[in-house]
């Protein structure tokens, strides 16, 4: 008998160590799953302030850079704290350390203000792995909807034609989404381009003082009249193809040397543009120079050149493999001359770093700075002179962050053990077709109906 004791107490022994770990472990989760919730808080936060706009283009992108996520778990850390602005169930349950970051990022998926609780109650019963199943059965019926809802308007297309008693033609129609959507696209390129003719024809006769500005619903009309010539003569935007979309910028030199002197910066038939916009679209264009005499006529014009030439380009690519701005990284961008060509800088591969559209007017035109270290490294700057580094410095963190996490959550009176999180699945097979017919709302209006035809029946 003492024996067989002795060896039940060896036994229980590391069995116990091993669920004292295990409660360990759960209530540590608990724990991050809390201080995730908070995390997820200020994210929303910051992006609604557009605090990341300060040369980064996302919250995603900043993230990234700050703290080191990965761009994809960074985006997806921001689409969930966008999400949980509009689900309190859902934050509140995390925030409490009841539903794990896991779950919370699948429901939030599928989630609206209207399925929320239901869907909280999927989170708190089932374990992750019963989320996910449920969350594609549910996007399976959501797509079923949606193409039952494509198939309708693809049924309902229609266009009436008549001509009234007038003499007038009627038209009358229902377009698909992406159809109406072109639609109106070509109507609005109409109608442009009449605006434009018209300007055209105004600069040559007197226009009638009598006549009123066309309405909207006129200008639409005329816009319609228009694509149903164009369909007929195939004459809406005449001009070779490759001219048609370049944007001209006229620029005097001194402007692009300083940009505090007076001169032109223009659009080709358009507005002003700033100097340093200028300066911007000439580090990495086509440069044609033209010379012009006392009273500003044109005496001589040069060869149209690349700025920067193609083999160079290729040479600029490979060695920056995209935009250089810290925490970017596009693979695609532009030439920027560190000291710009107008001021003597050289176009060489030293002088060049590669720019994302967006970076380059951020260093043209936000004020970021940029320079090349004598070691060869780019050096960033803010407008306000600080420096922008390709890795921030890492936070401060706690001698023991646990503790401190802890001690954080018991001041705010959330009290969290192994068991906060725990589901209440007993262990029986999931069935993910009758729990999709039980809780998605098409599907309980879609055996609703079914049912109140059978009765009538």
């Not at 919370?104 to 609780?117: I, Y």
Request: hydrophobic share 40%; with cysteine; charged share 25%.
């Amino acid at each position: 008998m003492d024996i067989r004791s002795t060896h039940t107490r060896t036994t229980l022994g590391p069995v116990v160590e091993l669920d004292r770990l295990g409660d360990e472990i759960a209530e540590l989760s608990a724990h991050l799953e809390a201080a995730t919730a908070r995390l997820l808080d200020l994210i929303r936060a910051f992006d609604a302030r557009g605090g990341w706009s300060n040369g980064f283009r996302s919250c995603a992108a900043w993230l990234s850079w700050r703290i080191g996520l990965d761009l994809g778990a960074a985006r997806e850390k921001v689409r969930v704290a966008r999400a949980l602005g509009t689900l309190p169930l859902l934050a509140q349950a995390l925030a409490r350390g009841e539903l794990s970051y896991a779950k919370v990022r699948a429901l939030t998926r599928v989630a609206t203000p209207e399925t929320e609780e239901r869907l909280l109650g999927v989170g708190r019963a089932g374990t992750a792995v019963h989320v996910e199943r449920i969350v594609r059965g549910w996007r399976c019926m959501d797509r079923k909807a949606e193409a039952r809802e494509t198939k309708r308007q693809h049924a309902s297309r229609a266009l009436h034609v008549h001509q009234d008693e007038d003499g007038t033609v009627v038209l009358r129609g229902r377009l698909e989404p992406e159809v109406g959507a072109l639609l109106m696209r070509a109507l609005a390129a109409a109608r442009e381009t009449l605006y434009q003719r018209a300007r055209g024809e105004a600069a040559t006769r007197l226009a009638d003082p009598v006549a009123d500005r066309p309405t909207m619903a006129q200008q639409q009309a005329d816009a319609l009249a228009l694509l149903a010539e164009t369909a007929l003569h195939h004459e809406l935007d005449p001009g070779a193809p490759g001219e048609r979309y370049q944007v001209v910028v006229h620029v005097d030199a001194t402007v692009l040397a300083d940009p505090d002197q007076p001169g032109q910066s223009v659009l080709e038939d358009g507005p002003r543009v700033s100097a340093e916009t200028s300066r911007r679209l000439a580090c990495d264009a086509s440069r044609v120079v033209m010379r012009h005499d006392e009273d500003g006529r044109t005496i001589e014009v040069g060869a149209r050149t690349r700025t920067i030439p193609p083999a160079l380009r290729r040479a600029l690519h490979h060695r920056d493999q995209g935009c250089r701005f810290p925490g970017c990284g596009l693979p695609f961008g532009q030439g920027h001359h560190l000291r710009h060509w107008a001021q003597g800088g050289p176009t060489t591969l030293s002088n060049l770093s590669m720019l994302c559209r967006r970076h380059h007017r951020a260093v043209h035109e936000e004020g970021y700075q940029v320079d090349r270290l004598p070691d060869g490294a780019l050096r960033f700057r803010r407008p306000d002179g600080r420096l922008l580094p390709d890795v921030p410095p890492p936070a401060a963190v706690p001698a023991d962050p646990v503790q401190a996490l802890r001690a954080q959550h018991d001041a705010q009176g959330l009290h969290l053990h192994a068991r906060t999180a725990c589901p209440s699945w007993l262990g029986e097979r999931l069935d993910v077709g009758w729990a999709i017919d039980v809780l998605h709302p098409l599907a309980t209006r879609l055996a609703d109906r079914h049912g109140a035809s059978e009765d009538r029946g």
